[in-house]
């Protein structure tokens, strides 16, 4: 199956806390994005990357950061959460164009 | 700067009316193609529509829409509203380099 997955679906996490969301794509697209869906669900693009660079929304904090170790893999780590991080992060691979959204990962922040 | 504008953040009508939700679009960029992307309820985004092509009309499951490079605007059309047309309409643009850029989104209710 050639597709955009996700881990884990849900997450609840305390203040302060670290944590790490994983995503893979099976379709040999070269670029991958995460973005945050807030709670009035507009989508902000966070990051997007493929192997040869890395773009970063500037008004991304810093706790957010990016992780990948080839093109298939992108995950998304957040050093230390805030309450406002609370959301749904969704993990996209492109042909250039077109985005091709996992199922999201779902964090909450107590 | 490169952006997307849907005036309208909610569209409530009833089943049967013909849809129109509105997208402009801003880019110095000559080439750009758009796209509507809808999100049902607990789903993520998936591809509508798309087109690059100027004043060519795309249609997909009912909906249709035509790029107009002149006006800047890519509105999202369907003749007849379905309860199972509900759900969240982001419109898109997408340039060169991997960039992209949604609109805030149109919620569309159909209701009986």
């Known amino acids: 199956e050639t597709a955009v997955f996700q881990t884990p679906n849900y997450h609840v996490t305390q203040v302060g806390n670290e944590v790490s969301f994983n995503c893979k794509q099976t379709?040999?697209?070269?670029?991958m994005y995460w973005y945050k869906q807030d709670s009035k669900k507009l989508l902000k693009i966070m990051f997007s990357?493929?192997?040869?660079?890395?773009?970063v929304n500037e008004t991304v904090p810093r706790r957010f950061s990016p992780q990948s170790s080839d093109k298939a893999h992108l995950n998304l780590r957040i050093k230390s959460v805030e309450p406002e991080d609370s959301a749904v992060y969704l993990c996209?691979?492109?042909?250039?164009?077109?985005?091709?959204f996992g199922p999201g990962t779902r964090l909450t922040v107590l | 700067g490169d952006s997307v504008t849907q005036t309208e953040g909610l569209v409530t009508l009833t089943e049967g009316l013909p849809v129109m939700l509105n997208c402009t679009y801003q880019t110095i960029y000559s080439n750009p193609f758009l796209f509507w992307y809808v999100q049902h309820l607990n789903e993520s985004p998936r591809l509508l529509l798309k087109?690059?092509?100027?004043?060519k009309r795309t249609e997909h499951q009912g909906f249709h829409a035509t790029l107009h490079k002149s006006s800047s605007s890519f509105h999202l059309q369907k003749s007849s509203a379905q309860l199972s047309d509900s759900a969240l309409y982001y419109c898109a643009l997408s340039l060169s380099n991997n960039r992209i850029f949604f609109g805030d989104g149109t919620q569309l209710v159909v209701k009986p």
């Open positions: 087109s690059f092509t100027d004043n």
């Open positions: 996209a691979s492109s042909d250039s164009y077109e985005q091709y």
């Open positions: 990357y493929n192997n040869k660079q890395l773009i």
């Open positions: 379709l040999g697209h070269d670029t």
